[in-house]
């Protein structure tokens, strides 16, 4: 079992930077998958971006990349997300995942994680 806490959101304006924290607990977290998801009222869930179980790779969606940077510190059971250059479509609810994925091609997609925090809001005004 792995709860999952996320804090570090906020309201910012346009052009901000937030980073945001995910605190894990249990003894192997370094052998699961981390993503950030974000979904913003009246739409799905999607993804924002995952790393590996032991720090190696990185993917992140269309929409993020370059601007946003996922790391983990597997000492410290966290994950991190920095977001710099916020635009107001960022705005969101932000979650992290945990699963026990084999493959990169699973890390895209929600329903393939196991554990969920609760959630930290996110809204960059204009």
């Known amino acids: 079992q792995v709860q999952l806490v996320e804090s570090g959101g906020g309201l910012v304006q346009a052009g901000a930077s937030l980073r945001l924290s995910c605190a894990a607990s249990?003894?192997?977290?370094?052998?699961?998958?981390m993503g950030w998801f974000r979904q913003a009222p009246g739409k799905e869930r999607e993804f924002v971006a995952a790393?590996?179980?032991?720090?190696?790779?990185?993917y992140y969606a269309d929409s993020v990349k370059g601007r946003f940077t996922i790391s983990r510190d597997n000492a410290r059971n966290s994950v991190y997300l920095q977001m710099n250059s916020l635009k107001p479509e960022d705005t969101a609810v932000y979650y992290c995942?945990?699963?026990?994925?084999?493959?990169?091609?699973?890390?895209?997609?929600?329903?393939?994680?196991?554990?969920w925090g609760q959630g930290t809001q996110v809204t960059v005004s204009s």
């Open positions: 995942a945990a699963g026990r994925l084999r493959s990169f091609s699973y890390y895209y997609t929600p329903r393939n994680y196991d554990y």
């Open positions: 249990g003894r192997t977290f370094s052998s699961y998958a």
């Open positions: 790393i590996g179980g032991s720090g190696g790779g990185t």
